[in-house]
């Protein structure tokens, strides 16, 4: 019984139920303790089943085993497409991998029919941001042609929303279905979808930022992840072949980053995304260069493209979209689109992911040789284009670990706070995050995080 | 009905309220019906409870605003977007060489030479994609080169241009739109790939058109054929008709 199962809730559902009836039985026969004993008893069965729907709508906690541990690093999900042959799966570097590179051999090297990627999972240990997480890579069945072998193909980095992990992408959103039905249909060029974490401690919300004493989110998603790509796949590692998409907090995530890193994305797909972190990222940066609004009206326009689609009755991702669009100059190039309703849920993400990949593709260079390197387009070039992401050092062995997912659930945390959503609508209106309250620095936080990144993790952040 | 309002939150947490109480005046109801008015009283405060938590969850976060987004009916479905078409697509399926194009007038006084659009390989047989183009400025001498390098470039439409001597970019800028309405093109992220006697030129078209062209690859001694492969390969691949939401 999976933890995210129907019967889970059920089960704990009946529990609740059994327990009062328990509770009605004895209540006359037992004493003070005994009566605490049975209402306690009660309330957990209550709590345990809304916790538990709550957890199927995020899939925070995709496992029984994660439970025991905040740490995301261990999260063992249990839908993998595991290799045909029995091998550990592994994932075809190519052949000009730099020397010193553990070059993994291409795994399973049958030939897949179209429509049949396949999803493997990784530990991706990144050394500049000090964060090692795990990471689904969905490689398109061209990826396993001999034709495909000799390619390097364009790359979407796919982010999750808060709470939550990938898992959603995978059990509540389908993308596996859905990328390999883009791909059969020609709406999609084959692509490599990756599929990563963006907290080491699924409590914690980065927004993708580098948090000030905490997690380097940031810097794994645009330094370490493409790297380890770039490393370990047979992918461009230029910006032309690079696109974000990501799912409420993923939203802001995507265009954030496709913002704030333009050398290295070509485009970003926002579904139901905001206009700011609403999480106090240590250096007021929510309020300037981690603030949408706020880097569209003081920081020139980077030449990207940004998909930014959101339901209408989701009045503050409606809001914070219908603020960002206007601000959007060339060369920065924006498509809109919106469906009437759907909220803040899958329901909506659902319907708007397959335009948003397709939209993605047709704006993402094209597998190239993989006898050739990506490099800038020419000389006389301009900002706009191509370029590779430079010389990256070897790395360490791809680790494979079990692979393959959630309706959306979105909290908003500063310093482990609750922050109100008319907090964070307010802010988004006047184009600032909102107080923490007067919250104090939350120290114990401050020394774990301390313990797990001894060394100060070099910033990827780009003002 | 609203799932994030007020009143129903309030009629939920009033309810919880009298539920609870009704409970504890009914406890020690008598006789045999003492143990279903206790448990049926608990169970339904504790529904009523959660139901009023859930609530005010949802409030708080916007996530189902009505009835509606549980059953995930959102009101719009993602439809393929209509193939599209080219007037010139019948010439441009049997002339692998190129076919001579005719611009706007404006730009035509503008250029040394016809235009010459190459489709790429292929072109005819993917009826319903749109490609990716490379305007190229090529000097009348370099032209023949572009155009037959142009003819084995795979995914991408080439339009060969010789501007006149003191073209402007905004002279060139109706191109684009013709060549939109003559050939199944993508209407963004094209490149230029130019002779270096119009790199000027070409910089300063992007620059005025930066959506619409991403790069400009200048041709070097490894030649036009470098140059346009090199241009090919930072452009997207040909594709079908795109998902698109109705809005």
Redesign the interface.
């Known amino acids: 019984m999976s933890i995210d199962s129907l019967t889970s809730v059920l089960t704990a559902l009946g529990t ?2 059994g327990a ?2 328990l ?3 004895l ?1 006359d026969q037992r004493r003070v303790f005994g009566r605490i004993l049975l209402v306690s008893a ?1 309330l957990l069965a ?1 709590t345990g089943a ?1 916790a538990l729907q709550v957890n199927r709508l995020t899939a925070t906690y995709p496992t029984w085993a994660s439970l025991l541990s905040r740490s995301t690093g261990g999260d063992q999900p249990e839908t993998v497409d595991q290799p045909t042959n029995g091998s550990q799966p592994s994932i075809g570097a190519e052949p000009t991998a730099s020397a010193g590179s553990t070059a993994p051999a291409v795994p399973d090297s049958t030939p897949r029919p179209p429509g049949n990627g396949r999803m493997v999972r990784f530990a991706v240990a990144g050394r500049a941001s000090g964060l090692s997480m795990p990471m689904t890579v969905y490689l398109p069945s061209a990826y396993f042609t001999p034709q495909g072998g000799t390619l390097r193909f364009p790359v979407i980095e796919a982010l999750h929303g808060y709470p939550g992990t990938p898992e959603t992408w995978f059990r509540r959103m389908d993308v596996k279905r859905i990328l390999d039905r ?1 791909i059969a ?5 084959p692509t490599v979808v990756l599929f990563p974490y963006q907290t080491p401690d699924r409590l914690l919300d980065t927004e993708c930022t580098n948090l000030t004493g905490g997690p380097q989110a940031e810097t794994y998603l645009t330094v370490d992840v493409p790297r380890w790509a770039g490393e370990h796949l047979r992918v461009r590692t ?1 910006r ?1 072949g690079w696109a974000l998409i990501g799912y409420s907090a993923g939203a802001f995530c995507a265009m954030n980053l496709a913002l704030r890193h333009p050398d290295r994305y ?1 485009a970003g797909a926002s579904l139901s995304g905001y206009a700011d972190p609403g999480i106090k990222v240590g250096d007021g940066s929510e309020k300037t260069t981690n603030n949408i609004v706020w880097r569209l009206t003081h920081r020139p326009p980077p ?1 990207v ?1 940004l998909y930014i ?1 959101w ?1 209408a ?4 991702v409606r809001r914070a979209s219908q603020r960002i669009v206007p601000l959007a100059k ?2 920065l ?1 924006v498509t809109t ?9 899958t ?2 993400w ?3 992911e ?2 948003a990949f ?2 993605l ?8 040789p993989t006898a ?1 390197r ?9 900002a ?3 370029g590779p992401l430079g010389v990256l050092p070897t790395a360490g062995p791809a680790v494979p670990v079990r692979s393959s997912s959630t309706r ?4 908003w945390y500063q310093n482990g706070q609750h922050i ?2 008319a907090d964070r609508a307010a802010a988004s209106a006047r184009g600032s995050p909102p107080s923490s309250s007067g919250s104090p620095p939350d120290t114990a936080r401050a020394s774990y995080l301390a313990a797990r990144h001894p060394r100060p993790p070099r910033s990827a952040a780009r003002v | 009905m609203s799932l994030t309002g007020l009143p129903l939150i309030l009629l939920t947490g009033v309810l919880s309220v009298l539920a609870a109480v009704a409970a504890v005046r009914l406890w020690h109801a008598a006789g045999r019906w003492r143990l279903p008015v206790r448990a049926t009283g608990l169970l339904l405060a504790e529904v009523l409870v959660l139901l009023t938590t859930g609530l005010i969850a949802n409030r708080v976060g916007g996530f189902y605003p009505s009835l509606r987004e549980l059953t995930g009916d959102v009101g719009a479905e993602a439809e393929i977007a209509p193939p599209p078409s080219g007037r010139l697509d019948g010439k441009l399926a049997v002339a692998p060489d190129g076919l001579p194009w005719t611009p706007p007038a404006g730009p035509a006084r503008r250029l040394a030479a016809p235009p010459t659009l190459v489709p790429p390989p292929g072109y005819g047989r993917l009826t319903g994609h749109a490609f990716p183009v490379i305007v190229a400025l090529a000097t009348d001498d370099q032209a023949p080169l572009i155009r037959a390098a142009a003819a084995s470039v795979p995914g991408v439409l080439t339009l060969v241009v010789t501007p006149s001597a003191g073209a402007v970019a905004a002279d060139l800028a109706e191109l684009t739109g013709q060549l939109e309405r003559d050939a199944r093109t993508t209407g963004h992220d094209w490149a230029i790939v130019t002779d270096r006697r119009f790199a000027p030129l070409a910089e300063q078209w992007r620059q005025l058109a930066p959506i619409r062209f991403r790069t400009v690859t200048v041709v070097d001694a490894a030649g036009p054929a470098t140059a346009l492969d090199s241009a090919a390969r930072h452009l997207p691949s040909p594709l079908a008709p795109p998902m698109m939401l109705p809005s």
């Open positions: 609740a139920v009062t009836a509770l009605a039985h209540w009660v209550m809304a883009e249909a020609g709406r999609m060029a230029d032309a070509i030449p493209s689609a339901a009755n989701d009045p503050v060339p060369p190039a689109a919106t469906v009437p309703h759907g909220g803040h849920t329901a909506a659902q319907k708007m397959a335009p397709d939209w593709s047709a704006r993402l260079a094209r597998a190239e050739v990506s490099r800038p387009a020419g000389a006389a070039a301009g706009g284009s191509g959306p659930f979105n909290f109100r959503p």
